[in-house]
């Protein structure tokens, strides 16, 4: 009996011995937590300020010339002189080509020497007529052939005219699809011919924007073939029907473009300035948290700062808490007691530690990389602009600027 209370004995001992060890362990481990202090977060941030703010309405369209046309022939035939080199400028009238006419001139003669021998048979038969020796019915039908033959005529010269093809309006002509020789068919290419300046960009816009918009209002085109070109123009008109399934509106503006850079066919970013300028506190997009209960951000601060806000919400919320219980003596104790508890809920940490602090922001219009804020915000506050997945309120952070979001108004794409 002996020997086993003496096992249950050692037993005991070497429990309470590993015990003991393994809580020094542990003990050990919180303590080199405790020496580390709170982690903390690596953030960057960026100094909120104003800017001059122009509303804006920004849309994509297509670029059209204010008149253009491929040219073609209205008439077969086999191309037998070329007046143009590519890319000429021509003027209205101007020939371009011409087609091959010797069997058209051929006819058109014989309906010549028809139509001659037509008038001096009506001649002829009216001087009989007069003498009784012929009847009406025959100088009548003489004036119908007479006219019949005049009408071939008109008819096989303006199958002549066809080929002769002219410029129908100033332009500038494009490559030339047509060659010496070459037989055509009517309606084939030969060559396109666009007036470029000015020139139409086409655009949609939501059926909201109708009511800031009219004809004659400014506009600004950019391409992204001249990034640092901004072409001026002006609204010309509004399309007076609302697409029923997009509910958007064609508007064409007409931009200068005395140097021909823009091009039918070309992609513009359209911009219309709205009303007057305002100034507006700004931030990159990146730095607010959009949420189906309101936008956030997270402002830094020292850890004193943030306590002395945190003291003095906490004891406005108790005072407002006693005064709509009918305020009593004591009310003061209690919204220091709030206070203090509130303090307490915060880790211990440096007083000028940097901590992240959660604030609720009211956001207006947006442009480019930039969002307008309306409410929330002081000129000056810094603003954590990422890194802000990790934080919370009262969060130790370390701020690193060595790569920063864009906050560019105008931003454009970069080729890779």
Do not use: C
């Amino acid at each position: 009996m002996k020997r086993w209370l003496l096992l249950v004995l050692i037993v005991f001992v070497l429990v309470v011995v590993i015990g003991g060890v393994y809580a020094v362990h542990v003990y050990n481990i919180i303590q080199g937590f405790k020496a580390q202090g709170q982690p903390k977060s690596t953030v960057s941030t960026v100094k909120v300020a104003s800017q001059d703010w122009h509303d804006s309405l920004a849309a994509i369209g297509s670029l059209r010339a204010e008149r253009g046309a491929n040219l073609s022939s209205e008439v077969l035939g086999v191309v037998d002189e070329i007046h143009f080199k590519s890319g000429d400028t021509v003027k209205r009238g101007d020939l371009l080509v011409h087609l091959r006419d010797g069997d058209e001139l051929g006819q058109l003669h014989v309906l010549q020497a028809n139509a001659e021998l037509a008038k001096t048979t009506l001649k002829r038969d009216r001087e009989q007529l007069e003498a009784k020796a012929i009847a009406q019915a025959t100088v009548d039908s003489d004036e119908a052939n007479l006219k019949s033959d005049l009408a071939q005529i008109e008819q096989q010269q303006a199958i002549i005219n066809k080929k002769n093809i002219h410029a129908p309006f100033d332009g500038e002509l494009g490559i030339r699809q047509v060659d010496l020789g070459q037989f055509i068919n009517p309606g084939d290419k030969i060559v396109t011919l666009q007036t470029l300046d000015p020139i139409f960009v086409d655009f949609n816009l939501p059926q909201q924007a109708l009511a800031e918009i009219a004809a004659g209002q400014s506009v600004k085109a950019t391409a992204d073939t001249y990034p640092d070109l901004a072409f001026d123009g002006e609204i010309s008109v509004i399309e007076p029907i609302v697409d029923t399934g997009t509910r958007n509106v064609q508007v064409r503006a007409t931009l200068k473009n005395p140097d021909h850079k823009l091009l039918p066919g070309m992609f513009a970013n359209v911009s219309i300035e709205l009303g007057q300028t305002q100034k507006y506190l700004t931030l990159p997009q990146t730095a607010v948290t959009f949420n189906p209960y309101g936008e956030t951000v997270y402002v830094v601060a020292t850890a004193d700062a943030l306590k002395g806000e945190q003291d003095a919400q906490a004891k406005a919320d108790a005072a407002s808490k006693g005064q709509s219980k009918a305020a009593k003596p004591d009310d003061k104790k209690e919204a220091d007691k709030a206070a203090s508890a509130a303090a307490a809920d915060q880790p211990p940490q440096d007083g000028k530690q940097l901590v992240a602090k959660q604030v609720f922001v009211t956001v207006g219009p947006t442009r480019g990389d930039q969002v307008a804020i309306l409410k929330g915000l002081h000129e000056g506050d810094e603003v954590v602009t990422s890194g802000q997945l990790k934080l919370k309120n009262g969060a130790a952070v370390v701020i690193n600027n060595s790569v920063i979001p864009t906050d560019n108004p105008n931003p454009k794409p970069v080729d890779e």
